[in-house]
């Protein structure tokens, strides 16, 4: 096999990778909304990169359900039943509040203070009249992803973001939507208990904050009749 049959597959290898990941970081950050519906051409094009690496990566979201290929061969971002979004916080609990509480006794107070500052930036633009939600959204999850990060375990960080891609276009919609959680700065309080149990290492109460945090956002977007209730228990 000579050199150049080598080198071609790396760089569109390569370049698949890049734009799986700036899609997944799109899906993950709730910036594509459930049934937003995706061209490859268009993505190609807003990428300035050929179809071939963008259908490889929608592949592998579409692999990973975090993306549907409808029967007329249409990409969409899927939508999510209420059982499907019950189940999925439920994980979240467990796996986000463990990275939560391991992430308390590891993180140094250096990365605390940051963490802290984000919250102080989200608290700022959520106190505006007019809040940008896409600032709100992008300082909400880089919060919470700087805390996941602080416990130094790769693979449920994996297994977090595999959650994230799958439930990030629904998760903030209370935030996009000005909802009345914005008004009363619901997140902001959760943030404060969360930012306060980090800085007395506390992992029991980081975990309950982060906890209340997730189950709030959670209510209001079921009661918000944004979901498909197929599915949903009696």
Aim: charged share 20%; hydrophobic share 45%.
């Amino acid at each position: 096999m000579t050199i150049s049959e080598l080198v071609i597959p790396l760089k569109r290898q390569t370049m698949s990778v890049e734009v799986y990941n700036q899609l997944k970081e799109l899906l993950m950050s709730g910036r594509m909304m459930p049934g937003e519906q995706l061209s490859l051409r268009t993505v190609a094009a807003a990428l300035g990169v050929s179809v071939m690496p963008v259908r490889e990566a929608m592949q592998r979201l579409v692999a990973e359900q975090a993306l549907v290929l409808t029967l007329n061969r249409t990409l969409r971002v899927p939508t999510m039943t209420v059982s499907q979004f019950r189940e999925i916080t439920q994980i979240r609990i467990n796996l986000e509040g463990l990275a939560t509480e391991q992430a308390t006794y590891a993180l140094q107070s250096s990365a605390v203070r940051k963490i802290s500052e984000l919250h102080q930036r989200f608290a700022n633009e959520m106190a505006l009249t007019e809040p940008d939600s896409s600032v709100l959204v992008r300082l909400n999850k880089e919060l919470h992803f700087a805390i996941y990060q602080g416990a130094c375990m790769p693979m449920l960080m994996q297994l977090i973001e595999t959650l994230w891609v799958r439930v990030g276009p629904i998760l903030n919609y209370d935030l996009h939507s000005g909802s009345r959680r914005v008004v009363e700065q619901v997140a902001v309080s959760h943030h404060l208990g969360l930012i306060d149990a980090l800085e007395r290492r506390d992992g029991i109460a980081a975990r309950a904050a982060l906890q209340g945090d997730i189950e709030s956002a959670a209510e209001f977007i079921v009661s918000a009749g944004v979901l498909v209730i197929a599915d949903a228990p009696t």
